[in-house]
């Protein structure tokens, strides 16, 4: 395949402390097949194909999925591309399991034994491909001991089906969990968790990115843009854009979930529209558009190595490209940013950091 001359721009980073370099820019494949609930902007399969296709003329290395999204096939789509259009060894290819993907069975959910192994071969089928780079826990499961989770985990790297692990949507105690058990059992390492963070999410920063820093565990955070409220395209006092998924959930609010809001949930908030008004300057001043300041706000923070993006058109795909590198925001950008979008820290965190403010060491990626 021809590859533009965008690639030289483009930033790769090790995946925590593995030996394993990927695109600071994750195509996530959430709108890779059609939405049984009618979800706007999902992509068939010959977008999805365009999609990938450009994605990698623009250097990206890294494709995100799931055994759960779109049931399936958003691994179909990534695989038929990856078997008709691709170098597989090119790619970094990475996918989850833990939801329910066997309705009606008992073993159809979950992270124990029978369920992951099942999983994975699925998984394999669908993406066409003998061999999985980052293997990742979607949620924890409080049903099942984490040790016969990770050691089933660490049987399959052994085996050569997946080549590192992973996990997603965890807390700071499970994620240490997870780090101590691995060590004391002798198992491979977490190299990274996928976590929610964006400027309207911050909640990671409580522990999980300490967690992160201390043991060397790459962040990479979902819904940078949170269902489209930071590019900009809500206005006050306007309804929501026509289309958009924001207006899709507002007349069905049984269809919203973390990486779609509805309109109502930030429309009337002053806090969220002053830091969009803020953005929206400092994306003037800078000649970037509104989504590209806040993915740079994520890819500025020292223990990201990759922010996974969703595209549903070519035109995001690269506008969103556009926030890998070649730029940056100013230390007081980013300040002014992290002070708009600052929330209230509960007890003890607030006490913690207030008491720690000139206690702070470098971080491990730094």
């Known amino acids: 395949m021809r ?7 483009m930033r790769y980073n090790y995946l925590g402390k593995s030996g394993l370099k990927v695109s600071n820019i994750c195509l996530g ?5 059609e939405n049984k609930f009618g979800r706007p902007g999902q992509c068939d399969e010959n977008l999805s194909h365009q999609i990938l296709d450009r994605f990698v003329e623009c250097g990206g290395n890294y494709i995100d ?4 999204y779109q049931d399936g096939m958003s691994e179909t789509y990534v695989g038929s591309w990856l078997q008709a259009r691709q170098n597989r060894d090119n790619m970094v290819v990475a996918t989850k399991c833990r939801f329910n993907t066997k309705p009606g069975d008992p073993n159809g959910v979950g992270l124990g034994r029978k369920h992951i192994l099942w999983s994975v071969e699925q998984s394999l089928k669908r993406l066409q491909t003998d061999y999985i780079d980052l293997y990742q826990i979607h949620i924890w499961d409080k049903a099942t001991p984490i040790q016969e989770t990770l050691r089933t985990m660490d049987d399959l790297v052994r085996s050569g089906k997946v080549r590192y692990i992973g996990a997603s949507n965890l807390t700071g105690w499970q994620m240490q969990k997870i780090v101590y058990e691995c060590k004391i059992m002798g198992l491979h390492p977490l190299v990274s968790i996928q976590a929610q963070y964006s400027l309207l999410c911050r909640g990671v920063e409580l522990e999980v990115v300490d967690v992160c820093r201390n043991e060397g565990i790459a962040l990479l ?3 940078p843009l949170k269902g489209g409220w930071l590019t ?3 206005k006050k006092g306007m309804p929501p854009p026509s289309g958009s998924r924001m207006a899709f959930v507002e007349s069905d609010r049984r269809r919203e979930y973390e990486s779609h809001p509805s309109f109502s949930t930030f429309g009337n908030n002053e806090q969220v529209l002053n830091l969009i008004e803020h953005m929206e300057n400092i994306a003037k001043n800078c000649g970037k558009s509104v989504a590209q300041v806040a993915l740079r706000w994520l890819l500025q923070k020292d223990a990201v190595a990759s922010v996974v993006i969703g595209a549903k058109t070519i035109q995001q795909l ?3 490209m556009g926030a890998s590198s070649g730029w940056e925001l100013t230390d007081q950008q980013m300040t002014e940013l992290d002070e708009l979008s600052e929330t209230e820290e509960p007890y003890p965190y607030y006490m913690i950091n207030r008491c720690n403010r000139d ?3 470098s971080s491990w990626c730094s």
């Open 3 to 9: 590859m533009a001359s965008s690639v030289s721009r």
């Open 29 to 33: 494949t959430l709108t890779f097949g």
């Open 65 to 68: 999925t799931s055994d759960n």
């Open 221 to 223: 955070p979902w819904s």
């Open 232 to 234: 900009g395209k809500a």
């Open 318 to 320: 690269d506008d969103n």
């Open 359 to 361: 206690r702070i060491r």
